[in-house]
């Protein structure tokens, strides 16, 4: 099982981003990265010269860690019903692919988005447009969509949502991730084997699992179906033992990497890792 952590691209002492990315990871023992290649609440986008890039990519390569993954920026939605608002997230993800490429980022992960007042037929086909253009402009990159926690006007929360949605976009390039929290705070019963199963079974009848590309490993502050989206540490909040170990050991959900989004400093983050680990091998 390949797991990792959101970390910092910079760390004391290092040279640069990746480098301080690759740092951070041996603080946690971690296989795996995940990263914000520009400022996640500003609209300017990644400023990475050519030597810098080459510096990133060879580091990476070195490492062994992998993937490397990237988060897009907070700030933008793809769904956006302001045309203007719309066109500036656009613009956003697409020079954040050209930077993933140039830094031999593995994934891009990009939020479904929400619609606000605009018909959900109208969001959905806002996002399948801006997850196309963002698929056709990658080149290196895979650009996967994270499913949201089932907020107001959320495009895609479930894996009904998804399937919607990727059917909108039409392009079998854009993958698929899957956050616990979310799903759990989407009211996805994880807690329970049962539920594990029937989210595993769900996927491969609606085509998703050949899609999933990623799962986000955190637990949630608050209970299931609330609809509020609060990550909180591995075993710290309401999935349990139960979940978590259902999750760790379905084969299809430990094929592919997980990311920690926790809250945690790099020791907890290290233990919450070594926990993850021990149940996919017990």
Request: charged share 25%; hydrophobic share 45%; aromatic share 4%.
């Amino acid at each position: 099982m390949i797991l990792g952590a959101h970390v910092r691209r910079r760390h004391a002492g290092t040279a640069g981003p990746i480098e301080g990315a690759i740092e951070e990871a041996r603080r946690r023992d971690a296989d795996c990265i995940q990263v914000f290649v520009s400022n996640p609440r500003a609209w300017a986008g990644p400023r990475y010269g050519k030597a810098e890039a080459e510096r990133f990519r060879s580091a990476l390569e070195a490492s062994g860690v992998h993937p490397c993954v990237a988060h897009m920026s907070y700030i933008g939605n793809i769904a956006a019903w302001k045309p203007d608002f719309l066109r500036r997230t656009r613009e956003l993800v697409l020079e954040t692919v050209h930077a993933c490429d140039e830094l031999g980022v593995a994934l891009l992960v990009v939020h479904t988005g929400a619609g606000g007042p605009q018909s959900r037929d109208a969001a959905v086909r806002a996002a399948a447009a801006s997850y196309r253009m963002a698929v056709e402009a990658a080149e290196r990159v895979r650009v996967v969509a994270e499913l949201m926690a089932g907020t107001t006007g959320a495009v895609a929360s479930v894996p009904h949502e998804a399937e919607e949605l990727l059917t909108t976009v039409a392009d079998d390039r854009l993958g698929l991730v899957l956050d616990t929290a979310h799903l759990f705070a989407a009211g996805v019963p994880i807690d329970e084997p049962a539920g594990v199963a029937a989210l595993t079974e769900e996927l491969r009848a609606r085509d998703l699992d050949s899609r999933l590309a990623l799962v986000h490993a955190n637990d949630s502050e608050f209970g299931r179906g609330e609809r509020r989206d609060r990550h909180t540490n591995v075993r710290d909040g309401h999935i349990g033992e139960p979940g978590w170990r259902a999750l760790a050991t379905d084969p299809l959900l430990s094929s592919v990497p997980w990311i920690l989004e926790t809250p945690g400093d790099a020791d907890r983050q290290r233990d919450d890792i070594a926990y993850l680990r021990g149940l996919a091998l017990a």
